[in-house]
């Protein structure tokens, strides 16, 4: 029985390191893709937001749905997604920049509003990636091997002690 929740203990602690290291990557790269498409990006006549934010304890979590149209009139629509521990100013009129060489590519400006707590998010996620990974390897190390008693001592009293 040992055995078993030292297996599922560790699977779960794997599993966590991965899920934690998974989403501190995507942030890191979804906010640097984000900041790159803004700074060059063509400014959309319109945009339409709607979508859902769920906070859990500190963490918002934006699940966005974005309709927009590009320069030519070409009507476009996609989903944002993004994690932080600040919110998005939602009195703020949403905007939406887009790729001139592929409309479908853009980025909504209420993803950069809380970019400190986006980079908070992904730095935080990225610290705690390799604490489950020392937690994966305490959890399977051999205690035994700790445990074993210490070689017998040579022929002859210990070193220091008195004949």
Known sequence: MAM????????????????????????????CTDSSLWKSGVPSPDCHVSGKVSTQKFLNSYTLNVSYHDADGGAHEGKTEFRSFTSVDEKKSPEVKYDAK????????????????????AVLFLIVTPLFLIGTVAIFRDKKAAAAPAPPAKDGPPPGSVA
């Open 102 to 121: 592929n409309p479908s590519r853009y980025v909504l400006s209420w993803s950069l509003d809380p970019i400190g707590g986006r980079w908070a998010a």
């Open 4 to 31: 078993v929740k030292k297996i599922l203990w560790g699977l779960l602690t794997l599993g966590l390191a991965g899920v934690t290291g998974w989403m501190g990557v995507t942030e890191v790269m979804s906010i």
